[in-house]
């Protein structure tokens, strides 16, 4: 019998089933309830979507990567090298202004403004083609991918890929993917699972090429263009070189014959290597120091304006604090009784494993000069010698913590002591950021004291806000006044010291067209270079073949004495070494690491390295 | 020889300044001044120029044109260089060259222009050459000579009485010079509160000289003799006094030797035609030049440059107008303008029942009368004349006059205020209702127009952005104490111009371009309006940019949700700024470009919005209890006060000696209120010693009925709590690795050896030994490890020291050593370090330092889980090296003192280095062994432990509580130093008296356990809930990984409502700012946030904010309270419903005649529980927010709106 047909519940008396049956009917009389009294649905929690980025296989050949972020060469090299990998790529253009607007409005307040313009200029750049090409947002998030590098470490800009997801996410480009380098796994990635950007050997060697190419060809035209005869020569000489290596690279023909071809064109470029230019070496904030557009308002070009011959900072030695870095933490914590975890800490590693780190970080160490050496020497690029790292550690050390990192850590102090007591620049010119934390938070407190310690050094501190244009020409303007009367200073002493007067070496250097080839560099004697010529060329006017000859055998003679008299220290030193264990283990670590690439299985010992790498300029935006 | 006769030529210098222009003609030969002049050129400068080159010319009529040479300076020379052939010279150069020919003896040159200041400091290195280390303000108008022009007219001197003012350092009050608009805003409040215009001129001078001193000269000393130039050092004496009283106090403290046998004028001085020097110095510059650099090609160029190259220039920058044609003005016009108010007229006789609202603002008063309808009879208006009673008693018999002045008469049914008045009108009038601004907007906004999303107010001091749902602010924005963009910006600009305000917007509307501000602070965009406007844009063109700058200022700036779309359609302008139709139109396009099916609606009654939300809230209220307790309007208007400021009335509580004002009210009843003005903490509201220490046992009574985990924490670090194991004797065996290097690498072998001891005369040394640490940054997140660290080896307890608490005295005496201007928190270290060397160093009295320790702390310990790192900022991890380098840099001021600084780097993300690293450090020093280090690193780390473990049972038992009790808890996210009192400025405090316990980030329980109740869905998929990777996995930074936690737990414990600090500048925050508002908004967790916190107190900034979160935290306790109610409703109704179904079944069972004995027993239980339960009537559902909701009816009339 049925006793409430309206209820089904308690029509059944089959065991204890009907217990269920009020469990039932209790839930949807609470749910009714809970309607009635106006209960509160439970909060609803954010998650960021936005977090596992894929790009397929299948993808590759209708996907376009999108990159931009180092020098203008570099660039533009960059998307040469990557279509040469087969990839479509597009260089979305030198940041600016309006970057830096759409940054700021879709960025966090408070952001570094290598944040803002970096991650502003893509979102520009997307909505131009949503806007102005008319895409549809979907196909824009389809068809388009950001590849960048995954910053690390603890300034702001560390933590910058945060920023891009916000900005996409606010901009109305929600999904947009943007492809770290990291998270594809390095080279990890040659395993062949089916992703659509291969991180393979291939890509990388086309990356380093346009990087290195880049490098060296910035490297010269800053040599050339303060000297031009003729203004803007340089600039349309360096066009065309860029042009003839993108086409290299794009084709993957031999670079080296691409390089040869520029170094033509360069050495055709006159110059007059007697006028006094300030040497204004270039430190700071990686990103600010690099780029060459609004970002840090054109400040080479201006420099170049002001009478000044930039000594820039190149992606290479960049590349080598990473390596050094890698080198030192591993180095500081081998030796620990015990072995911490963390990001630093070694307790993963065995001791074969720590040595063999260690041995890769040489590798890399050695193997980027080689590089650079094999691209710079085709070029013209000759006596550019990259900054020794352990130097430049040890001697910013007693001031500024080698510790500390973020942004260039202690290789702003380091390098400004550097160039005083090598006499390597008139002026040192430090560009940031406004209120960036390691170079305007303590770097810039720590050169106040440096500044005390090494006098006679002229030291510009400048930041970079993307406004107040003016106020920031006129800051540096201050500062190339002091460097100019010194580089003028240098060469009239110099000319005086060497008893020769600037008639009689432009008379030499007419008749002897060799030492004024744009390619040619004078030995480093002060920061001048033209008073560097000089002090090459003098000799050469004023004394004779004989006295020449008898010159040169005396510095013969001395450095033979000199090499003597510390021969028997020095061979104390090699057999202490010879014997030492830590030797024996670096040969040993070496060897086997030698082996283990012969054989393909080098992956676990680069991942460190790549890591650092990935997150420090080896691909466009990439820095810690 | 005349000039009129000089046949040679002459040598032009120019200084084109911001304000004026500045020229002389010198003998090339000689540098002797033939001619010079100088002229205000009223923004023309190119028109200034040529006019005074046409004089020059006139002047020397046979001297060969062709022969001349012109050098240009100053900010606004560059654009005009090109047109007359001159050569420019940037004015640093300039000025060093003029005073190295003029003054060889000067050591440092002060600069204070209109735009910038700069120092120049001379240094001879070791060959006797003497170079100039220049330093400029250029970026920043803290200190500058406009800092001064403004706040001369706030002040409202005439500039001959400041002229002839006379420094007097005895009376100083604190103004902020850091930032040129919260300089002003201290103005205001000093104005404001009686002070006199003298003393506050004064404050202001010692403001701007300390800050150019602990700024500008980066840490150095300034040498003598100091050359004093630009317009406010020389026209100013009292700025001339003060840095002669200043700098002399600094060659004091540091021990430098100076003249002190001359007179102090000659010592800081300021030269005769002081304002000639930059144009001087251009001429001296040009001899550096070759023959041809600067030849003056006549007139021609610039006149033409004027005519047609300004223009040209200009296109290609600029940006568009505000309007496009006239008809668009009209259009939006009939839109958008707001209607006249015309008062409805009264008939005699008339009896008018109505309330008055008073909304006292910060620089202009309003009062409105509203009938019991809602209707508004009369508004009343007047600017704040400082005293808030006499306004009052102004703004009120303009209301009485009005009513009474048309016969009728007037009934006054209840008073409400809001505004900074509100307090004391609420104790000397006995108003019905004080209400906070934002809540008065709020409620003004909805009566208008029912359910609107966001409310936009735009006053003259501030911007507040409040974001609505269901009919009451879910959230809100409020502009800090920087004013960037508000109402004053736009006044002032128009001011520039000569403009009233009211002709703005026809002004603006007339441009056919803009030029693009960048947006921001208000000082940088005066310093783009002077660029703009040297680049040649028009005036109408100026106010057009500035105009568009508003609204990104507003919302890009203030409120930062770039996607407007997502905080709703319907958008309410208010606040005066809505007055002028330009800033409307630029708020309007941006809104409708970003939200394009928005509805924009400016308030009809815009200035008024504030008094007439007190009004409507003073209706209900008066409704609701039936009577008014409002003194009446003719007794108000009676008011006798007295306002007394003198030196009974100086507050003595601390060493600021606040000079207040007294202002006592006497009610018709014979009773007296007293309204405390002029103080800048909260010791200033009570009167004498024994109602102080009233005030500080009730604070204590509530604070230990409320407890505050900030607070604790912060005391708690620093204290001993810890008792460390004593060290294990010589030779006890112990278990640790042996590090043996190999031919494969190193190996750690395990052995068994004996422990090792110092000797005797070293353990001997430990009992004596002195350290000092510094209360301040990482020391907040590692203080115990350190204590603890050193009394386990042996130190005592009371040698283990700690500088004081941060606090402005301990600022204003120690801040004077820092090259840079980081953050705050970082910055007061320095004064923190000045603490340990000049008080807690007492070798006088035995207890000398023997080392400062102030170790640089790469990585900070972190509870968050499957992070990337643990770093700390790097500012913050740096700041030892800075401070090592500040007190090193001229004087080794540890050295002086025999005390040594170390900061070796440690890292607290890897204890085994760290462990390493102090031994590195103390070992040699301390004499110590590796094992003793070990075992103090042990309890160090224990002591760690234990203080956080101690912090989160504290912490779980606040939570336990106010959950049982259905009440809200505090929880203050910020960094661990910002437990700091001095950095936090008290806020969390202000929170506590109110009766909330305040929670800090450590303190909440990390239990899994007790975690997995709120972090369900981390759990279900696998994930701690200490694992922030599913919103954050940037998580590098160890602090801002620990606040989005904090974050996440409190949008998941429903009776947590959070406070967000953060310091201006803070670069580890900014990264998070957009992750925490995403995870409150779409949480719907209470939230408010006080960023760019900074050395100063903005008082009123924290008070609003205070009341007005306040006011929601309340509306969220209610909501909880309700919550409660209706689920204990559901629990009975649910068993009640069980009862009746179990019922049901027996009865089933019955009629089939089986018997079932474990249901009977259910059936008896559930209802003796039942029988029991006397549940609380569920009370109708509140309505919802203060005011009720309606909604337009298809026949247009208005209804309650379902919600």
């Known amino acids: 019998m049925r006793l409430d047909p309206q209820n089904e519940v308690l029509t059944t008396d089959a065991g204890e089933d009907w217990r269920q049956a009020i469990d039932a009917e209790l839930n949807a009389w609470e749910q009714a309830e809970r309607e009635r009294l106006g209960l509160r649905q439970a909060r609803r929690q954010w998650v960021d979507e936005m977090l596992t980025p894929e790009v397929k296989r299948e993808e590759r050949e209708t996907i376009t990567l999108l990159v931009s972020g180092l020098t203008a060469a570099q660039d533009f090299l960059v998307e040469g090298a990557l279509r040469g990998v087969g990839y479509n790529v597009k260089y979305i253009g030198m940041p600016d202004q309006a970057g830096l607007q759409a940054g700021k409005e879709f960025g966090n307040r408070g952001q570094c403004n290598p944040t803002y313009f970096t991650v502003g200029n893509l979102i520009k750049y997307l909505i131009e083609l949503r806007d102005v090409q008319g895409l549809s947002t979907e196909q824009i998030i389809r068809d388009y991918v950001f590849f960048t590098a995954g910053a690390c470490g603890p300034c702001r800009f560390g933590m910058y890929v945060t920023e891009y997801r916000k900005a996409l996410r606010d901009s109305g480009f929600d999904g947009f993917r943007v492809v770290l380098f990291q998270q594809q796994g390095g080279l990890a990635q040659a395993t062949g699972e089916e992703v659509g950007i291969e991180l393979n050997p291939k890509f990388f060697i086309a990356l380093i090429q346009a990087l290195c190419a880049g490098d060296v060809l910035n490297a010269i035209a800053y040599r050339i263009r303060p000297y031009e005869v003729n203004a803007g020569e340089t600039n349309r000489v360096v066009e065309d070189c860029k042009r003839l290596l993108y086409k290299a690279l794009q084709a993957r023909s031999n670079i080296f014959a691409a390089l040869w071809q520029c170094r033509k064109r360069l050495a055709a470029v006159p110059v007059d290597r007697l006028r006094p230019k300030a040497k204004v070496a270039i430190i700071g904030e990686f990103w600010a120091m690099t780029t060459e557009g609004d970002g840090n308002y054109h400040l080479q070009k201006f420099l170049e304006q002001e009478g000044g011959e930039n000594d820039i900072q190149l992606t290479t030695a960049w590349l080598l604090y990473n390596v050094w870095e890698v080198e030192r933490d591993t180095r500081v914590r081998r030796d620990l009784r015990q072995a911490d975890g963390g990001r630093l800490g070694l307790a993963d590693y065995s001791p074969l494993a720590v040595s063999k780190r260690l041995a890769m970080m040489r590798l ?118 002091k460097a100019r009367i010194a580089a003028e200073q240098e060469l009239v002493e110099t000319y005086a010291s060497c008893g020769v007067t600037e008639d009689e070496v432009r008379a030499f250097l007419a008749k002897n067209p060799k030492y004024a080839s744009p390619l040619h560099v004078p030995p480093h004697v002060g920061a001048c270079t033209a008073a560097n010529l000089v002090r090459e060329v003098a000799p050469l006017i004023r004394q004779t073949r004989a006295e020449r000859a008898a010159a040169r055998t005396r510095g013969a003679l001395e450095r033979v004495g000199s090499m003597l008299r510390a021969a028997p220290d020095k061979a104390r030193a090699a057999a202490a070494w010879a014997q030492d264990d830590a030797t024996r283990e670096r040969l040993s670590a070496d060897v086997a690491l030698v082996r283990e690439l012969a054989q393909g299985g080098a992956r676990d010992a680069f991942a460190p390295l790549l890591r650092k790498l990935g997150a420090g300029g080896l691909v466009p935006d990439a820095k810690a | ?17 911001s304000t004026t222009v500045k020229a002389v003609a010198l003998d090339p030969e000689t540098l002797d001044v033939l001619w010079c002049d100088y002229q205000r050129h009223q923004t023309k400068q190119p028109e200034m120029v040529v006019e005074m080159l046409e004089t020059i010319e006139a002047a020397f009529p046979a001297s060969p044109r062709d022969a001349w040479r012109v050098f240009m300076t100053g900010s606004g020379a560059l654009p005009l260089c090109a047109g007359l052939g001159a050569k420019f010279v940037q004015e640093v150069n300039a000025v060093t060259l003029a005073v190295e020919h003029k003054h060889p003896d000067v050591g440092s040159v002060i600069e204070l222009g209109g735009q910038d200041a700069k120092i120049i400091m001379f240094q001879t290195d070791e060959d006797g050459r003497k170079t100039a280390a220049p330093s400029m303000n250029d970026k920043c108008a803290s200190g500058t000579g406009a800092t001064i022009d403004k706040c001369m007219i706030k002040v409202g001197l005439p500039p001959e009485a400041v002229r002839a003012l006379v420094f007097d350092p005895s009376k100083l009050h604190h103004v902020a010079a850091k930032c040129g608009v919260f300089a002003e805003t201290d103005i205001v409040n000093l104005v404001k509160s009686g002070i006199p215009a003298a003393e506050i001129l004064c404050s202001l001078a010692d403001a701007i000289v300390l800050q150019n001193l602990s700024v500008l000269t980066r840490g150095s000393t300034l040498k003598p003799r100091v050359l004093l130039l630009g317009g406010p050092n020389t026209y100013l004496p009292f700025l001339q006094a003060c840095w002669r009283h200043r700098i002399p106090e600094i060659w004091e403290e540091r021990n430098f030797a100076w003249p002190k046998d001359r007179p102090i004028e000659e010592t800081v001085f300021v030269p005769d035609n002081a304002q000639y020097y930059a144009a001087f110095g251009a001429c001296v510059y040009g001899q550096h030049e070759a023959e041809e650099i600067g030849r003056y090609r006549g007139l021609d160029g610039l006149r033409d440059y004027m005519q047609n190259g300004r223009k040209a220039r200009l296109g290609a920058s600029a940006g568009p107008p505000l309007v496009k044609s006239s008809d668009e003005v009209e259009t939006f016009r009939s839109l958008y303008a707001i209607p006249r108010f015309s008062p409805p007229p009264l008939t005699a006789g008339q009896i008018v029942r109505a309330v008055i609202g008073l909304d006292g603002g910060s620089t202009s008063s309003k009062a409105v009368l509203v009938d019991e309808d809602g209707e508004i009879v009369a508004k009343a208006y007047q600017l704040s004349k400082g005293n808030p009673i006499q306004d009052a008693k102004e703004l009120l018999t303009q209301l009485r006059d009005h009513v009474e002045g048309q016969g009728a008469r007037l009934e006054v049914l209840g008073f409400g205020a809001t505004g900074y008045a509100a307090d004391v009108l609420e104790q000397c009038v006995l108003a019905d209702v004080n209400v906070v601004e934002t809540v008065a907007h709020m409620m003004s906004a909805v009566k208008y ?462 204890p085994h280095l760290t462990a390493r690293r102090m031994f590195e450090c103390f070992g040699p020093r301390l004499g110590i062994t590796e094992d003793e280090n070990d075992h103090a690193h042990a309890e160090g780390m224990r002591a760690l432990a234990a203080f956080e473990a101690d912090l989160q049972e504290k912490g779980r038992a606040i939570l336990e509580t106010v959950e049982s009790e259905d009440r809200m808890a505090l929880l203050v996210v910020g960094r661990p130093y910002h437990s700091d009192p001095g950095l936090n400025h008290g806020i969390p405090e202000e929170f506590q008296v109110l009766g909330y316990p305040v929670l800090s980030v450590r303190s909440l329980p990390r239990d899994p356990e007790y975690l997995a109740r709120y972090f369900k869905d981390e759990v279900a998929r696998g994930q701690s809930p200490l694992d922030i990777n599913d919103v954050w996995p940037e998580n590098y930074s160890a602090n801002s990984s620990q606040k989005v936690w904090a974050v996440k737990f409190a949008t998941r414990h429903p009776n947590v409502a959070l406070l967000d600090l953060s310091s201006f500048k803070c670069g580890h925050d900014a990264p998070v700012y957009g992750l925490i508002d995403s995870l409150v908004t779409t949480a719907g967790a209470p939230y408010a946030a006080l960023h760019d916190i900074d050395a100063n107190k903005p008082g009123g900034s924290i008070k609003i904010r205070v009341k007005t979160y306040a006011h929601s935290l309340k509306l969220h306790q209610e909501a909880l309270e309700d919550e409660a109610r209706k689920k204990r409703a559901l629990q009975f109704s649910l068993e009640q419903k069980r009862l009746e179904l179990l019922e049901r079944k027996r009865a089933q069972l019955s009629q089939l005649r089986r018997d079932d004995a474990s249901l009977d027993a259910e059936i008896e239980r559930l209802a003796e529980r039942l029988r029991a339960y006397a549940p609380a009537p569920v009370a109708p559902e509140p309505t919802p927010g203060l005011i009720q909701i309606s909604e337009r009816l298809a026949d247009g009339r208005r209804a309650p709106a379902s919600l």
Request: aromatic share 10%.
């Open chain 2, 449 to 910: 127009f029912g359910d609107v999303d966001v409310i936009c107010d735009i006053g003259g001091q501030d911007i507040k952005v409040l974001f609505m749902k269901n009919g009451d602010i879910a959230n809100f924005r409020l502009s800090n104490s920087c004013s960037a963009g508000n109402g004053m910006l736009l006044q002032a600009m128009a001011d520039q111009f000569g403009l009233k305000v009211t002709e703005y917007a026809q002004t603006a509307f007339q441009a056919e371009l803009s030029p693009k501000f960048s947006y921001g602070c208000a000082v940088f965009l005066d310093t783009d309006r002077v660029n703009f406007q040297k680049e040649g844009f028009s005036k109408e063109e100026l106010l057009a940019g500035l105009a568009q700058v508003l609204p990104k200022n507003v919302w890009q700036y203030v409120v930062q949700i770039p996607r407007l779309a997502s905080l709703g359609r319907r958008f309410v302008l208010q606040g005066g700024t809505q007055y002028n139709l330009a800033a409307v139109k630029a708020q309007v396009d941006y809104i409708k470009e970003r939200v394009p099916d928005a509805d924009v609606f400016v308030h009809p009654h815009t200035g008024e919005a504030g008094a007439l939300g007190a009004a409507f809230e003073t209706l209900r209220v008066v409704k609701r209890r039936g009577r008014s307790t409002f003194i009446g309007i003719d007794a108000a208007i009676a008011l006798d006060y007295e306002s007394r400021t003198d030196d009974t009335t100086t507050c003595h509580f601390c060493p600021n000696e606040c000079k207040r004002t007294f202002i006592d009210t006497h009610r018709p009843d014979g009773s007296t209120a007293r309204y405390i003005a002029g103080f800048s903490c909260e010791k200033g509201t009570v009167e004498s010693h024994e109602a102080m220490l009233e005030l500080v046992a009730e604070r204590k009574k509530i604070a230990r009925a409320f407890p505050n985990l900030v607070d604790y924490e912060a005391r708690r670090a620093f204290q001993h709590f810890y008792e460390p194991e004593p060290i294990p004797h010589e030779g006890t065996p112990i278990r640790t690795y042996e590090i043996r290097k190999g031919f494969l690498g190193t190996k750690r072998v395990a052995i068994e050896r004996p422990f090792q001891r110092a000797t005797p005369e070293a353990q001997a040394r430990l009992k004596r030994v002195r350290i000092g640490m510094p209360r301040v940054l990482n020391m907040y997140s590692t203080a115990p490890y350190f204590r603890h660290y050193f009394e386990a080896l042996g130190v005592p307890k009371q040698n283990v020291v700690f500088s004081d608490e941060t606090s402005e005295e301990m600022w204003v005496e120690g801040g004077k050593y820092g090259s840079i201007d980081p953050c705050f928190p970082s910055k007061v270290a320095q004064a923190h370090v000045h603490n340990l060397l000049f008080h807690q160093h007492q070798p006088d009295k035995g207890k000398p330092l023997n080392y400062i320790f102030f170790p640089v702390l790469t990585h900070v310990p972190s509870f968050i889980e499957g992070v990337m790192d643990k770093t700390s900022c790097p500012i913050v991890a740096g700041a030892p090296e800075v401070m090592k380098a500040a007190f090193t840099k001229e004087i080794d001021f540890f050295a002086q003192r025999g005390i040594e600084y170390v900061d070796p780097a440690l890292t607290f993300g890897e």
């Open chain 2, 1 to 17: 020889m005349s000039s009129s006769a000089r046949t040679a030529p002459v040598v032009l210098g120019i200084d084109v300044g």
């Open chain 1, 364 to 481: 890399a160490d050695r193997g980027l000069r080689l590089m650079f050496e094999a691209f710079a020497q085709p070029i013209g690029l000759t006596k550019y010698p990259l900054p020794n790292m352990d130097e430049i550690a040890e001697i910013a050390a007693p001031f500024y913590s080698n510790d500390l990192r973020g942004g260039e850590g202690h290789m702003e102090v380091g390098k400004l002591i550097y160039n005083v007591v090598h006499a390597k620049a008139h002026m040192t010119l430090s560009v940031k950021p406004f209120g960036c934390m390691p170079s305007s938070g303590v770097s810039d407190g720590v050169q106040s004291l440096v500044q005390t310690r090494f006098p006679g050094s002229i030291y510009c501190a400048v930041e970079t806000s993307g406004d107040g244009a003016t106020n920031f020409y006129s800051r540096v303007q201050m500062y190339m006044f």
